[in-house]
């Protein structure tokens, strides 16, 4: 049973390349949504009508904040924090029969099983599925909503930029704020992006948007 529940945990920390590849995709889009929505311009009315249409969604899980999708925190919490009593009121006998169907050669086994490890071992298991597609949809509503926006910004005459942030609080809403620090730290995915700076960024005030006329589109 425990062994079970160690098999999980294992599957569920080390990720296969298709996981790596959508989160590569998904910050890809993210990042692209993030930087195209908060840019400023002179002539920055050819662009609102493209940026309004971005805001108008209802926001996936974990859109905000991917560590949302992920099962993994809540489950090491049940497994800390449940009672040593509760757990051991929990557990309970499943008996089978084995062999040819009841003549000499069958065999009656019991095995020892816990409703709280059959919960932690459904969820890793559900959670390898579901946290794959909840970056899916994520990545498909970034990128449908900021198509047109990134499109504007390369054919309309907008000017110069007119606000600037540094890339340093880009990254700290990003790899901080909305979890994807966490998400490539946690299932050591060395192929994702993640800024030099990363361990500083929780401790990174942000600036304020300064007025610039040196940018330009």
Request: hydrophobic share 35%; glycine share 6%; charged share 30%.
């Amino acid at each position: 049973m425990f062994a079970e529940l160690r098999e999980a945990l294992e599957k569920y920390l080390n990720r296969d390349e298709e996981f790596c590849l959508q989160v590569n995709k998904t910050l890809d889009k993210v990042i692209a949504f993030d930087i195209h929505s908060r840019i400023k311009y002179e002539n920055q009315e050819l662009l609102e009508p493209w940026q309004e249409m971005s805001y108008s969604f209802d926001k996936p899980t974990g859109f905000d904040d991917v560590r949302e999708l992920f099962v993994l925190d809540e489950v090491l919490e049940e497994i800390m924090m449940v009672a040593d009593m509760t757990f051991l009121q929990a557990f309970y006998i499943v008996q089978s029969n084995e062999g040819d169907g009841g003549g000499s050669g069958s065999s009656e086994t019991t095995e020892l099983h816990n409703t709280f490890v059959d919960e932690w071992i459904k969820a890793l298991t559900e959670g390898l599925v579901n946290e794959l597609e909840g970056l899916k949809t994520i990545m498909k509503s970034c990128a449908n909503r900021s198509y047109a926006s990134e499109w504007a910004q390369l054919f309309e005459e907008l000017g110069k930029c007119t606000n600037h942030r540094t890339v340093r609080t880009f990254a700290k809403d990003i790899f901080y704020k909305r979890g994807y620090g966490w998400l490539i730290e946690t299932f050591n995915l060395d192929t994702v992006y993640r800024p030099s700076y990363i361990d500083d960024l929780p401790d990174w005030v942000d600036d304020s948007d300064t007025t610039t006329t040196t940018s330009t589109v």
